[in-house]
């Protein structure tokens, strides 16, 4: 948090299936991976271009989070199906530590690519439709804090959360 390339407007990608975009997709997984995150966005790893992927499987140290399948998403088209919204614990590998209330559109359209090319539709809810507008949200300049509209529940994880470790919620 803080780089200027997180506060850009990502660009999007042009080719498919190169060798450039399967080497940023196997970075980012390698990154999501070891720091544990349900989903990462290119501009994290100071590559502005509309690339983010996520996914989770059940993880014991989440019992409550809804699996959502592992995903490439390029240059996506987000489109919120109805007004109704609702509040969710989020984290973001950019902002380490921290835990804050957001609230995110509760049914969602996207639409995208994948790394070779193949057009994604899909309609989801709940946690997948969160990770969803969190990634994206890095594409275009948009960190989480920026969405908080009740910035009493917005702290660190291991004083909101010191039950748990500071695990509530996930980083994405
Ligand atoms: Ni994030």
Same mark, same amino acid.
């Given at each position: 948090?803080? &780089? %200027?390339?997180?506060?850009?407007?990502?660009?999007? !990608?042009?080719?498919? @299936?190169?060798?450039?975009? &399967?080497?940023?997709?196997?970075?980012?997984?390698?990154?999501? /991976?070891?720091?544990?995150?349900?989903?990462? /966005?290119?501009?994290?790893?100071? !590559?502005?271009?509309?690339? !983010?992927?996520?996914?989770? =499987?059940? @993880?014991?140290?989440? %019992?409550?989070?809804?699996?959502?399948?592992? =995903?490439? #998403?390029? @240059?996506?088209?987000? =489109?919120?199906?109805?007004?109704?919204?609702?509040?969710?614990?989020?984290?973001?590998?950019?902002? %380490?530590?921290?835990?804050?209330? !957001?609230?995110?559109?509760? $049914?969602?359209?996207?639409?995208?690519? +994948? /790394?070779?090319? @193949?057009?994604?539709?899909? =309609?989801?809810?709940?946690? &997948? /439709?969160?990770?969803?507008? &969190?990634?994206?949200?890095? #594409?275009?300049?948009?960190?989480?804090?920026? $969405?908080?509209?009740?910035?009493? $529940?917005?702290?660190?994880?291991?004083?909101?959360? %010191? +039950?748990?470790?500071?695990?509530?919620?996930?980083? +994405?």
């Amino acid at each position: 948090m803080g &780089h %200027p390339l997180l506060l850009q407007q990502a660009k999007p !990608v042009t080719a498919f @299936n190169t060798p450039e975009l &399967h080497a940023l997709l196997e970075d980012m997984r390698d990154t999501m /991976a070891h720091l544990d995150g349900a989903g990462l /966005a290119a501009p994290q790893i100071g !590559v502005s271009l509309q690339v !983010v992927i996520f996914g989770l =499987t059940h @993880n014991p140290r989440y %019992p409550d989070a809804e699996e959502v399948p592992a =995903t490439v #998403l390029i @240059n996506p088209v987000l =489109t919120a199906l109805g007004q109704e919204q609702e509040e969710g614990w989020e984290g973001c590998l950019s902002v %380490p530590g921290f835990r804050g209330m !957001v609230p995110r559109y509760c $049914r969602l359209r996207y639409q995208g690519y +994948d /790394a070779m090319g @193949n057009f994604l539709d899909r =309609t989801v809810s709940g946690f &997948h /439709a969160r990770v969803v507008q &969190h990634e994206c949200d890095h #594409l275009i300049g948009v960190l989480y804090p920026m $969405r908080i509209r009740d910035f009493s $529940r917005f702290g660190f994880s291991d004083v909101l959360f %010191p +039950d748990q470790g500071g695990s509530v919620g996930k980083d +994405d």
